[in-house]
């Protein structure tokens, strides 16, 4: 200070009355600071929230007060107030001062003119904690190392994952170079579901479980031990293999102008159908028989098939094969009795592969 100048009436920081040239009665003025000081160290309040003088305070008990103060306190929102002698001495707090709040077991920093919980007994209500790592306001905990141990206290252990709605996702996911690669757990529904990816954006649904009933899909098809799951999506179907493995529906089944067919997965095939009207009238020996009838299966063999043939006819009369081909069958109608007409219905049973 200059000579000259006027002295100060109170300390810079805290406000604390300053004893003037021949000021007389200096213990007034040096007891103040005192009392001041008592109540602005090491700060612990009663409350935080409270906003109407307490009745019948103690000596030394302090109070922070809440917003819309009343009575005594009016004007002193967010203002520091320490009971003495019935009467209420404010202090007014910067920015970086710290007090306890006994009642929520918070420890408060005054920052940019508001108060922040900075820690508690129980470390509760923290606004982002980082662990070896910068949280933000999205990832409001974060923690860098390479492993985290979630332990029991006595029993088991839950790890909680909470959404606010149906729509919204509660999920675990795993990432490979921050770009996503799996997710599991509640994903805009509230059914568990196991999503996969290749490039972080687009996800296919691997394993879906019914919250309600408990029944799992596997959307994408499966394996088990090497070899496909077969789901009812799998039973019937157009059926397919390569080299020798099925990899399509496990039962086929059609018809079109040539009659009608069964393939299965395991190669099998069988196919039927019926002949027009055939008529017995060329002698051979003791009986007759019709002209040569070619039939075309529905749907061709990968050799030559075992065919039935069953003639359907008013009199007596037989069917025989004079030629059995992968793609059709030589049929011929007889009987004993000239003129005899009748069909004849087939059935090949062989491989498609």
């Known amino acids: ?3 000259g100048a006027s002295m100060s009436q109170t300390t810079t ?5 300053l004893v003037q040239p021949a000021q007389a009665q200096k213990h007034v003025t040096v007891n103040e600071s005192l009392q001041r000081l008592d109540t602005a ?3 612990c309040v009663e409350s935080t929230v409270l906003n109407v003088p307490p009745l019948s305070p103690a000596d030394g008990q302090c109070w922070l007060v809440g917003s819309g103060g009343s009575g005594a306190w009016t004007g002193l929102d967010n203002v520091l107030v320490g009971a003495l002698d019935g009467g209420w001495h404010p202090i007014t707090p910067a920015d970086g001062w710290r007090i306890w709040d006994k009642a929520t077991q918070n420890l408060l920093v005054r920052t940019d003119g ?3 919980v900075i820690g508690s007994a129980g470390m509760n209500n923290l606004p982002r904690l980082g662990i070896n790592a910068a949280a933000d306001s999205v990832n409001v905990l974060a923690a860098h ?3 985290t141990l979630l332990y029991n206290s006595a029993g088991g252990h839950q790890l909680k994952v909470n959404k606010a709605a149906p729509a919204d996702t509660a999920s675990l996911l795993f990432q490979s170079g921050w770009s996503g690669r ?4 509640l994903a805009g529904e509230d059914h568990f579901s196991v999503k996969v990816s290749a490039d972080g954006g687009t996800f296919h649904t691997a394993l879906h479980a019914n919250g309600a009933t408990g029944a799992v899909e596997l959307p994408q098809g499966g394996t088990a031990q090497g070899h496909a799951l077969v789901h009812l999506g799998m039973l019937l179907g157009t059926v397919a293999q390569t080299a020798g493995v099925p990899t399509g529906a496990v039962i086929e089944s059609g018809t079109n102008t040539n009659g009608s067919y069964l393939r299965l997965a395991n190669g099998t095939q069988i196919c039927w159908r019926s002949s027009g009207t055939l008529t017995a009238n060329t002698a051979q020996g003791s009986n007759f028989i019709s002209g040569a009838s070619s039939l075309t299966y529905p749907v061709a063999f990968i050799s030559a098939p075992s065919v039935s043939a069953t003639p359907v006819a008013a009199n007596i009369a037989w069917a025989y094969a004079t030629a059995v081909g992968a793609s059709n069958v030589t ?7 000239t003129a005899t007409q009748g069909t ?3 059935l090949a049973i062989g491989r498609w592969f």
């Open 13 to 17: 920081r805290l406000a604390l009355p």
């Open 41 to 43: 160290l090491q700060a």
């Open 114 to 116: 508001a108060w922040q």
């Open 331 to 337: 049929l011929r109608f007889a009987a004993p009795v």
């Open 145 to 147: 190392g390479p492993a």
């Open 1 to 3: 200070m200059s000579k």
């Open 182 to 185: 799996a997710e599991m757990g």
């Open 344 to 346: 004849i219905s087939i």
